[in-house]
């Protein structure tokens, strides 16, 4: 994917035109952020915008221009921030909770109408898990169905970790250097060119009387996140919001955006145009001058036939094992079918405005304990083992694994 890097006023007063001139209810704003220790108590560096089926990442500087890559408007007055906080255009996040906290406290942005992909993972899951996964193990997971994704993906964004993580022998503040390093831009424009396909193939799985309530879940997150008490830091962020499979009929109406996400031309939506390669140069002999005829495949070999009756015997054949195929094919097509219905939309379940995890880890948090979370919970309890997916490295919780 191309990159551009918004680093001036005019810059981002073109994308907010680009942005508005799009069909707001129809289209989709794929948007992260990154940073020095990204929330109140640090700073926010890049905004990467994604506006499918456009493949270009746009990067918002905001390192560079501050508080004008919000207020920076169009002929129009539009800015990002009146975007950002509109009620008509849909913003797709993962994890928006650090992300809302870091615009809230230094930009005063309310974030609205936003879909949440890690959300979204979490309730298309057979019920029986506890805790969200963060970016990189959904995209492992889901490697096999995402349309366009690049090779050496997981490669080319250790590359770019390697920068940034002190453990691996990198600083945070290299996101404040410019220019940017190129491993650093590809790692910002790796996380974007998967979220589109996670969306599509999570839509798939969500039941009506899910999705109804995912988008209380969400708006929950982000007034969590601008609470004074909100902690983005901790094992209570890998825990996911309660989860109510059954709901009655009357429960299940959606709203916008989620009306948009379980509509049927959400896939389409989500499309994002690839960049044709160049043509390979051929290295074949070329051809005589004068001679413009084209080569043709060598056909089958003749079919020995002693006689008419032979030539209807064989032709017979031919026809019995065609209608053969097409019947095995359409059993296998039908089978299929029943079982994507069976496995791809699993049983609605929905969830509660806040988890209570959360309000009681609140209430406890100026406990004596150094942790109130080590009394609040056993980790080895009411998970398998395939749910324990939690800490991937990357996920930022808490650092090291402890699930």
């Given at each position: ?39 109140r108590h640090g700073s926010v560096s890049i905004m990467q915008v994604l506006l499918p089926p456009e493949p ?49 406290s230094h930009f005063r942005i309310h974030l609205r109408c936003v879909i949440d ?287």
């Amino acid at each position: 994917m191309p990159t551009s890097m918004i680093d001036t006023e005019a810059k981002v007063s073109t994308l907010v035109t680009s942005i508005v001139a799009r069909p707001s209810k129809q289209h989709l704003i794929f948007i992260d952020l990154e940073g020095v220790d990204l929330s109140r108590h640090g700073s926010v560096s890049i905004m990467q915008v994604l506006l499918p089926p456009e493949p270009t990442v746009h990067l918002v500087d905001v390192h560079v221009l501050g508080v004008k890559a919000f207020t920076a408007g169009n002929a129009d007055g539009v800015t990002l921030q009146s975007l950002l906080e509109s009620n008509e255009m849909p913003k797709v996040f993962f994890d928006v909770r650090n992300d809302s906290d870091a615009l809230f406290s230094h930009f005063r942005i309310h974030l609205r109408c936003v879909i949440d992909l890690q959300v979204m993972e979490f309730a298309s899951r057979p019920p029986g898990g506890r805790f969200v996964k963060g970016l990189a193990k959904c995209v492992s997971e889901e490697s096999s169905r995402l349309p366009n994704m690049p090779q050496g993906w997981q490669k080319r964004k250790d590359e770019g970790r390697k920068l940034f993580v002190p453990e691996l022998g990198g600083k945070y503040e290299v996101f404040l250097e410019r220019p940017m390093a190129p491993e650093l831009v590809d790692y910002c424009e790796l996380d974007m060119m998967m979220m589109p396909g996670l969306l599509a193939i999570y839509a798939r799985r969500l039941g009506n009387n899910v999705a109804a309530q995912l988008q209380d879940i969400v708006d929950a997150r982000i007034a969590l996140s601008q609470s004074a008490s909100f902690n983005g830091q901790g094992r209570h962020m890998a825990v996911g919001p309660s989860i109510t499979r059954y709901r009655s009929r009357a429960s299940t109406s959606l709203t916008f955006p989620m009306s948009l996400v379980c509509g049927l031309s959400i896939a389409d939506i989500c499309r994002v145009d690839t960049i044709s390669q160049p043509q390979i140069a051929s290295t074949s002999s070329p051809k005589p001058e004068g001679n413009t005829s084209m080569t043709l495949p060598a056909l089958a070999p003749p079919i020995a036939v002693n006689s008419a009756a032979d030539l209807l015997d064989q032709l017979s054949l031919a026809t019995s094992n065609t209608d053969n195929n097409i019947d095995q094919s359409s059993s296998v097509i039908a089978v299929t079918d029943e079982l994507a219905d069976t496995t791809m939309r699993p049983e609605p379940y929905s969830s509660s405005y806040l988890d209570d995890d959360y309000e009681e880890y609140a209430l406890r948090s100026s406990a004596d304990s150094p942790d109130p979370w080590d009394d609040l919970h056993e980790y080895d309890k009411d998970d398998s083992e395939k749910d324990l997916t939690a800490c991937d490295i990357e996920c930022g919780y808490c650092g090291h694994c402890m699930y």
